[in-house]
Protein backbone atom coordinates (compact mmCIF):
# COMPACT_ATOMS: atom_id res chain seq x y z
CA UNK A 1 0.00 0.00 0.00
CA UNK A 2 0.91 4.24 -0.32
CA UNK A 3 0.80 5.99 2.32
CA UNK A 4 0.73 9.87 1.43
CA UNK A 5 1.62 12.85 3.53
CA UNK A 6 0.54 16.14 2.85
CA UNK A 7 2.24 19.44 4.37
CA UNK A 8 2.71 22.91 3.49
CA UNK A 9 -0.60 24.65 4.41
CA UNK A 10 -1.37 27.94 6.27
CA UNK A 11 -2.51 31.17 6.27
CA UNK A 12 -1.34 33.58 3.47
CA UNK A 13 -2.72 36.86 2.20
CA UNK A 14 -3.87 36.67 -1.49
CA UNK A 15 -1.84 37.80 -3.85
CA UNK A 16 0.52 35.40 -1.84
CA UNK A 17 2.02 31.59 -2.39
CA UNK A 18 2.67 28.89 -0.59
CA UNK A 19 3.88 25.52 -1.71
CA UNK A 20 2.51 21.92 -0.47
CA UNK A 21 4.74 18.64 -0.16
CA UNK A 22 3.03 15.22 -0.79
CA UNK A 23 5.49 12.15 0.39
CA UNK A 24 4.39 9.30 -0.58
CA UNK A 25 5.67 6.03 1.21
CA UNK A 26 5.57 2.27 0.03
CA UNK A 27 5.92 1.61 -3.67
CA UNK A 28 8.01 3.11 -6.76
CA UNK A 29 7.73 6.36 -6.52
CA UNK A 30 7.25 6.47 -10.34
CA UNK A 31 4.46 3.86 -10.61
CA UNK A 32 1.37 6.08 -9.23
CA UNK A 33 0.39 9.17 -10.45
CA UNK A 34 -0.17 11.80 -7.78
CA UNK A 35 -2.74 14.44 -7.70
CA UNK A 36 -4.32 16.98 -5.33
CA UNK A 37 -7.77 17.87 -4.44
CA UNK A 38 -9.06 20.69 -2.33
CA UNK A 39 -12.19 20.49 -0.48
CA UNK A 40 -13.77 24.20 0.92
CA UNK A 41 -16.18 24.23 3.60
CA UNK A 42 -19.70 23.79 2.66
CA UNK A 43 -18.66 22.11 -1.34
CA UNK A 44 -17.44 19.08 -2.77
CA UNK A 45 -14.34 17.68 -3.07
CA UNK A 46 -12.97 19.31 -6.27
CA UNK A 47 -9.51 18.23 -7.94
CA UNK A 48 -6.82 20.67 -8.85
CA UNK A 49 -3.33 19.00 -10.49
CA UNK A 50 -2.20 15.90 -11.01
CA UNK A 51 1.28 14.43 -12.55
CA UNK A 52 2.26 10.71 -13.45
CA UNK A 53 5.86 10.95 -13.20
CA UNK A 54 8.75 13.86 -13.81
CA UNK A 55 8.76 12.22 -17.36
CA UNK A 56 5.20 13.29 -18.58
CA UNK A 57 2.97 16.59 -18.57
CA UNK A 58 1.08 17.46 -15.24
CA UNK A 59 -2.76 17.95 -15.77
CA UNK A 60 -4.37 21.28 -14.12
CA UNK A 61 -8.03 21.96 -14.01
CA UNK A 62 -8.91 26.03 -15.50
CA UNK A 63 -9.63 27.05 -12.16
CA UNK A 64 -5.87 26.74 -11.10
CA UNK A 65 -4.03 27.17 -14.71
CA UNK A 66 -0.95 29.60 -14.84
CA UNK A 67 -1.12 30.01 -10.87
CA UNK A 68 -0.42 26.52 -9.94
CA UNK A 69 2.63 24.37 -10.60
CA UNK A 70 2.97 20.56 -10.10
CA UNK A 71 6.26 18.87 -9.92
CA UNK A 72 8.03 15.92 -8.41
CA UNK A 73 11.53 15.72 -7.29
CA UNK A 74 12.54 11.93 -7.94
CA UNK A 75 15.58 12.17 -5.02
CA UNK A 76 13.28 13.35 -2.49
CA UNK A 77 10.43 11.24 -3.38
CA UNK A 78 7.61 14.74 -3.03
CA UNK A 79 5.69 15.87 -5.61
CA UNK A 80 4.97 19.35 -4.73
CA UNK A 81 2.06 21.98 -5.42
CA UNK A 82 3.37 25.56 -5.90
CA UNK A 83 0.63 27.80 -5.66
CA UNK A 84 1.25 31.68 -6.12
CA UNK A 85 -1.54 34.38 -6.83
CA UNK A 86 -3.69 32.81 -4.30
CA UNK A 87 -7.22 34.19 -3.83
CA UNK A 88 -9.61 33.67 -1.05
CA UNK A 89 -11.29 31.44 -3.19
CA UNK A 90 -8.19 28.62 -3.06
CA UNK A 91 -9.47 28.69 1.01
CA UNK A 92 -9.67 24.67 1.29
CA UNK A 93 -8.00 21.82 2.44
CA UNK A 94 -5.78 20.42 0.46
CA UNK A 95 -5.42 16.58 0.09
CA UNK A 96 -3.04 14.12 -1.50
CA UNK A 97 -4.16 11.34 -3.48
CA UNK A 98 -2.80 8.64 -6.11
CA UNK A 99 -4.14 6.67 -8.47
CA UNK A 100 -2.05 3.44 -9.68
CA UNK A 101 -1.43 4.99 -13.59
CA UNK A 102 -3.24 7.48 -14.38
CA UNK A 103 -3.41 11.10 -14.33
CA UNK A 104 -5.36 13.85 -16.79
CA UNK A 105 -7.85 16.58 -16.21
CA UNK A 106 -10.85 14.38 -17.06
CA UNK A 107 -9.37 12.24 -13.98
CA UNK A 108 -9.12 14.91 -11.82
CA UNK A 109 -12.68 16.22 -12.75
CA UNK A 110 -14.81 13.10 -12.59
CA UNK A 111 -12.50 9.86 -11.42
CA UNK A 112 -11.90 10.62 -8.06
CA UNK A 113 -12.86 7.76 -6.55
CA UNK A 114 -10.54 6.14 -8.69
CA UNK A 115 -7.83 7.33 -6.45
CA UNK A 116 -6.92 4.44 -4.11
CA UNK A 117 -4.78 6.24 -1.67
CA UNK A 118 -5.32 9.47 0.43
CA UNK A 119 -3.16 11.59 2.80
CA UNK A 120 -4.36 13.83 5.75
CA UNK A 121 -5.29 17.25 4.45
CA UNK A 122 -3.66 20.71 4.68
CA UNK A 123 -5.53 23.99 5.55
CA UNK A 124 -4.50 26.42 3.12
CA UNK A 125 -6.37 29.58 3.88
CA UNK A 126 -6.28 32.90 1.72
CA UNK A 127 -7.07 35.96 3.47
CA UNK A 128 -8.50 38.90 1.59
Known amino acids: DVQLQASGGGLVQSGGSLRLSCAPSGGSFDAYAIAWFRQAPGKEREGVSC????????HYVDSVKGRFTIFSDKSKRTVYLQMNNLKPEDTAVYYC?????????????????????WGQGTQVTVSS
Open 97 to 117: AAHPYYCSEYALQHLESSFNY
Open 51 to 58: ILNSDTAP
